[in-house]
């Protein structure tokens, strides 16, 4: 027998930190920590823990400062981080392109309109002094101005136009869309989803979940780091004020040309009302 044999042998099993295989880029209020913690549940990946903003903020500290904020990983585990402004930040794709052309892409989108609230319901958990939401959305403070496209609640819900400036760089066969909706009422169905698309076996499924009545969410029954069933964190699944019916039928109005070329684009319909 070589006496090389268990040296190599010995290093193959040495953690080492890599860059990520795969990025959760979006979208914002999408369900990305859902997705994130399910996903990391799979033997095979590891994830960073919090968001990185490596792309968008931290550039230029550069690729070793990145790979240092990669969680170890063995040989055949896929290295995982989500940062969601990553979809909306206009130099993200270069970047991301130049590190690695075949990286995985995953975005997980929910109706514009509803993650619009979701967003604003998370500015005004910090800061109650904000104005209302339709007071927001629209031009002159008024429902009967122009949708305010510039407020970036509105503005990261136009997905096709953040979408094809991805599409730049990388084919949409690179890119797996996770529907929003579909995370929250039934997770084991979209994870496989994920599982397929990441190469991963199917290990994540139903058993891993279980309906919480009390959070109205699915929770895990155990994960990394809990032996005992869990929920996400309470600034996931809050409750949204409640917006003006006209002030909606507007927004839905506003954002339906732009989620039927969404459709088009990915070959998916969302079903978005
Ligand atoms: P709301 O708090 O508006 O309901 P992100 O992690 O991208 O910020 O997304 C947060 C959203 O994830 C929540 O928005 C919630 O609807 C959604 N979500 C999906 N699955 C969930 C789960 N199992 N538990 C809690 N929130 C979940």
Known sequence: RSPQ??????????????????????????????????????????????????????????????????PPTLEGQITLEKTPSYFVVQEV????????????????????????????????????SVPKFEDLAFQNGSQFGLVDTTWAPIRIGVYVRHLERWLHYFPLNQIHFVSGERLIVDPAAEIANVQTFLGLKQVITEKHFYFNTTKGFHCLKKSEGHSSPHCLGKTKG??????????????????????????QVTGINFGWP
């Open 5 to 70: 044999y268990p040296f190599l042998h010995h290093q193959s099993l040495q953690p080492v930190r890599k860059l990520p295989d795969a990025l959760v880029i979006g979208v914002k209020k999408g369900g990305t920590r859902a997705l994130l913690e399910f996903i990391r549940l799979h033997p095979d990946v590891r994830a960073a823990g919090s968001e990185v903003h490596f792309f968008d903020r931290f550039y230029l500290k550069g690729y070793h400062w990145y790979r240092k904020k990669m």
């Open 93 to 128: 794709p270069k970047r991301v392109y130049e590190m690695n052309p075949d990286i995985k892409l995953l975005v997980v989108v929910r109706d514009p309109v509803t993650r619009a609230i979701s967003d604003y319901t998370q500015v005004i958990s910090k800061n109650t």
């Open 238 to 263: 809050r409750n949204h004020p409640s917006i003006d019916a006209t002030a909606i039928e507007r927004l839905r109005e506003f954002y339906r040309p732009f989620n039927a070329r969404f459709y």
